[in-house]
């Protein structure tokens, strides 16, 4: 017999196939010799290149985000592979479909409970880079001139997670203030390009998500919004920085990264979460933290409250495809956690009483949408 053949299907955001690393270490402890497949979105397809874990890649353009008949069609179409042979083990660790069950206020949390087997291994992301990939960055450094400034800043802004709402306009505004009369630069890293008279205000657009890793050995400070930039750079082939996280404690998936630390025991003395996302509070906060982040976290750091709307959503979807044990599922999982929490349970009742008039709503959409 030839080794085990397993595929993982984690197709996207860079963030979430990010925390997915850990399970494709995992599986190779689990199954020893075995050659390991990941189905991943190709816009995401960079974040895995070159890693250990993985024997191949499969890239997937036929699912679009959001997507859910799609996603079903191919995760029928992976399972259907393993009734013929083709593959022994499957496990699909996307956070959509069934798989919302798990999400428990933290994405990484959902996706590593996807894989139903204890993680023996470190969640850390594993990113390995290509020698002209550190050298690109080491570059950027040296063009740039980032020795000479006492501070360097990333700054991670337009996030695509959906965190905050940050745009350029406040992050060059931001930019401004923070380096006026400071010896500081500031790299914008998205994939937005601008340019700007001053150059401590820096375009980081020119460097990839995986070239940004590298980058990170150049910066001492992170003001980040809980996306790519900020996991990438907690990985072992990044720096994880002191930052300041800017945050909308309303996102439709809460993933701050306080929760998320704490939920694997990760310190977190070099992190403030900012909710208050106004340009006075923010410029205000980092200053401050550049000098004196203890000080900075005692007068800023704001505690993300939990909220439970996410249930909602994730009910209803369920109920579209008449998955009852999921919904039973996240009802356990967020259970264990926080208990009989009656806000939790509201809005388990609530997505399964708005859910026939979603239902309608959608449907009206999508038919005059259609026409």
């Not at 063009?143 to 700054?155: G, R, S």
Request: charged fraction near 20%.
């Amino acid at each position: 017999m030839g080794p085990k053949k397993i595929i993982l299907v984690q197709l996207y955001s860079n963030g979430d196939c990010l925390y997915a690393t850990a399970v494709a270490r995992q599986i190779k402890e689990d199954f020893p010799g075995s050659h390991l497949t990941w189905a991943i979105a190709s816009f995401c397809k960079s974040i895995i290149l070159n890693n250990p874990f993985v024997d191949e890649i499969l890239e997937v353009d036929s699912v679009a985000k959001n997507d859910a008949p799609a996603l079903r069609s191919f995760k029928n179409k992976i399972f259907n592979q393993k009734s013929e042979g083709i593959y022994d083990e499957v496990f699909f660790i996307h956070n959509a479909d069934s798989n919302h069950a798990f999400y428990d206020g933290s994405i990484r949390s959902s996706i590593l409970q996807a894989y139903q087997h204890p993680l023996t291994v470190t969640v850390q992301p594993v990113v390995r880079l290509y020698p002209e990939e550190i050298e690109k960055a080491n570059q950027f450094a040296i063009i740039n001139d980032l020795k000479k400034f006492d501070q360097v800043i990333l700054f991670e802004y337009a996030p695509q997670s959906g965190q905050n709402n940050l745009n350029l306009e406040l992050a060059i505004k931001i930019a401004e203030n923070i380096i006026a009369n400071n010896n500081f630069a500031i790299i914008l890293s998205s994939a937005n390009q601008f340019s700007h008279p001053n150059k401590s205000i820096i375009d980081g657009s020119s460097l990839t998500l995986r070239e940004t890793t590298q980058l990170s050995h150049h910066c001492s400070f992170l003001l980040g919004s809980s996306s790519g930039i900020t996991w990438i750079t907690t990985s072992d082939a990044g720096k994880q920085l002191p930052m300041v996280q800017l945050l909308n404690a309303n996102a439709n998936w809460s993933n701050p990264v306080s929760r998320d630390f704490a939920k694997f025991n990760i310190p977190n003395k070099g992190l403030i979460e900012l909710l208050n996302i106004e340009l006075e509070t923010i410029i205000n906060c980092v200053s401050l933290a550049l000098k004196d982040f203890e000080k900075a976290k005692l007068i800023y750091n704001q505690s993300v409250p939990l909220q439970f709307k996410t249930t909602r959503y994730i009910v209803y979807n369920l109920l579209c495809y008449f998955e009852f044990g999921a919904i039973i599922k996240h009802i356990k999982v967020n259970r264990e956690i926080y208990g009989n929490n009656l806000s939790f349970y509201k809005e388990v009742i609530l997505g399964i009483i708005s859910s026939p008039y979603r239902l309608l709503k959608n449907t009206f959409k999508k038919r005059i949408l259609n026409k």
